[in-house]
């Protein structure tokens, strides 16, 4: 099995930059992808293939990468950011979420 | 568009068959995940299956593997979760998922099931 690790949480005042870290020796070779959560709803993808922005999203998430750990960038966070934010990779056949990092905005 | 349906209360060690319908993407070029939630838990990854190009190649995480199975019917652009030998640890929302492209992500709201004696 593999697992990817992420801080459980990150809190920052609004305007400020947000940094969501995952790591995972899988993440050498696999690209990423980052969903936001907000209570009762579906996630939604913010990054695909570790740096890559579906249309729709803003231009102030952004995904990096160094190693094994992939950043999610939230600049300028806004109150309505506050969320759960989960990775996501594939290995072999598998594939795993990191165990998610609730954003507090305030 | 992706609708689960099918959750219910089921007791230990029973079975259950959840749905998931698709609607306006080309289900039959399309990989389906089953991920699960448990209340106030993270996401887990349940299993996939593939498309038939793919030979309909299934793969399940080990904490349900052997008792849960996959399967779809192109036809009805329905995939299926076969649920065996439930345990109340596999209380939670579960939905289907899919991403037909890149960039492209696809979720249903979900469907409950609770294991409960």
């Known amino acids: 099995s593999f697992e990817l690790s992420q801080p459980s949480s990150v809190s920052v005042s609004p305007g400020q930059t947000a940094k969501i870290t995952c790591s995972g020796d899988?993440?050498?070779?696999?690209?990423v992808r980052w969903f936001q959560q907000k209570p009762g709803q579906a996630p939604i993808l913010l990054i695909y293939k570790d740096t890559e922005r579906p249309s729709g999203i803003p231009d102030r998430f952004s995904g990096s990468t160094s190693g094994t750990t992939v950043t999610l960038t939230i600049s300028g966070a806004q109150v309505d950011d506050e969320a759960d934010y989960y990775c996501?990779?594939?290995?072999?056949?598998?594939?795993?979420f990191g165990g998610g990092t609730k954003l507090t905005v305030l | 568009q992706l609708a689960e349906s099918g959750g219910a209360l089921v007791q230990p060690g029973g079975s259950l068959e959840l749905s998931c319908a698709a609607s306006?993407?080309?289900?039959?070029?399309?990989?389906i995940h089953w991920v699960r939630q448990a209340s106030g838990k993270g996401l887990e990854w349940v299993g996939r299956i593939r498309t038939r190009a793919k030979g309909y190649a299934t793969a399940s995480a080990e904490s349900v593997r052997g008792r849960f199975m996959i399967s779809r019917d192109d036809s009805k652009n329905t995939a299926f979760l076969i649920m065996n030998s439930v345990k109340m640890d596999d209380t939670a929302l579960y939905y289907c998922?899919?991403?037909?492209?890149?960039?492209?992500?696809?979720w249903g709201q979900g469907t409950l099931v609770t294991v409960s004696s």
């Open positions: 306006g993407f080309s289900f039959i070029e399309s990989d």
């Open positions: 996501y990779s594939a290995f072999d056949t598998y594939r795993v």
């Open positions: 899988v993440l050498a070779q696999k690209y």
């Open positions: 998922h899919s991403a037909p492209d890149d960039g492209v992500d696809i």
